[in-house]
């Protein structure tokens, strides 16, 4: 039973670039979550998305982050032109569609981003 | 106001005793609440959750949470060095799916 894949693990981009995160939710689960962690800061929500449906982007920067949760295949978390304050650890997180035990929201290994 | 407040330092407990931590929430309308454990390097792991005023115990951990206070603790119990780790609280604010994290405490369980 897999629990959420991410990938890649670490990541380095030059300033510019454009940088793709991958998530791939838990077995049955339909709602997928980006969180960021930045060094010595606590987690901070980004965006929750269903499938083909992002249900609330409130904590995605304006400029540069975008999200997608496509009918096949993983979520993907796109920063473009990217620049130092975006290194940091970027987590995905599932949840079932039917939430008996609601909000429970389970983490995969998170994605390093460096920018260099 | 923060959504989440963990307000203490890193906490120190000698093996075997009762660590405890406090977090403090904002939106009275949160009916869902959790406990994550990180350790260094790693993703959070959920460890506990609790929805109803009291206490619900698991293992060596309790969760206790008080609405009318706007307060949820995490007690561990017989604590071991493998607990040695950076615990979150988390609360999902009302009206969304979103979980709002606290900075989390950094609990040393010494041998």
């Known amino acids: 039973n897999a629990g959420v894949m991410q990938n890649p693990r670490h990541l380095v981009r030059r300033r510019g670039q454009e940088a793709r995160l991958r998530c791939s939710p838990m077995?049955?689960?339909?709602?997928v979550y980006w969180y960021r962690q930045l060094p010595e800061e606590g987690l901070k929500f980004m965006v929750y998305?269903?499938?083909?449906?992002?249900?609330?982007e409130s904590g995605m920067p304006k400029e540069r982050f975008s999200a997608e949760f496509p009918k096949e295949g993983p979520s993907i978390l796109r920063i473009q032109q990217v620049v130092r304050g975006d290194s940091a650890a970027y987590f995905c997180?599932?949840?079932?569609?039917?939430?008996?035990?609601?909000?429970?929201?389970?983490f995969g290994p998170g994605t390093r981003l460096t920018v260099t | 106001q923060k959504e989440v407040e963990q307000n203490s330092g890193p906490l120190s407990v000698p093996e075997g005793a009762i660590a405890s931590l406090n977090c403090t929430y904002s939106?009275?309308?949160?009916?869902?609440f959790f406990w994550y454990r990180q350790y260094s390097g790693k993703s959070p792991e959920l460890i506990m959750s609790?929805?109803?005023?009291g206490d619900k115990e698991d293992g060596r951990f309790t969760a206790q949470l008080n609405k009318a206070s706007q307060y949820v603790s995490l007690l561990i119990r017989d604590s071991q060095p493998s607990d040695s780790a950076t615990y979150l609280c988390?609360?999902?604010?009302?009206?969304?799916?979103?979980?709002?994290f606290g900075k989390g405490n950094q609990v040393v369980v010494i041998p």
């Open positions: 939106d009275r309308g949160s009916q869902s």
């Open positions: 988390a609360v999902i604010i009302y009206g969304n799916n979103r979980l709002a």
């Open positions: 609790i929805y109803s005023n």
């Open positions: 998305l269903q499938k083909e449906n992002i249900i609330d």
């Open positions: 077995k049955g689960h339909s709602h």
């Open positions: 997180a599932s949840s079932p569609p039917t939430q008996t035990s609601a909000g429970e929201q389970y």
